[in-house]
């Protein structure tokens, strides 16, 4: 198989916008490893999945607060944070019917 030109290789930026993460709900994994997932994949410009489960409010606003340790005030739990960060996932789900919420 022959080599294809350097120019027609998409960019590590470009093919990151589609990493995504799995519908994992917040119960299934720790608050600590839901948001840790959220904040890498945010990063790198892909996406999180909520699952099912329902996210503090707190995770839809920018982190601010980061000292110059990577801790948070309000991230308290979680270490090599940057300002700017984000723990929202992108992907939000609802509950379903198939649990009885209507």
Known sequence: ???IPLSEVESASAIMTRFCTGAMSLGALS???HETL???VNRI???SNSGEGGEDVVRGKTIKDVDENGRSPTFP???GLKNGD???SFVHQVASGRFGVT
Do not use: T
């Open 1 to 3: 198989r022959e080599s």
């Open 31 to 33: 608050r600590e490893a």
């Open 38 to 40: 959220a904040i890498a």
């Open 45 to 47: 410009g892909g996406k």
């Open 77 to 79: 739990h979680l270490a």
């Open 86 to 88: 984000s723990a929202n």
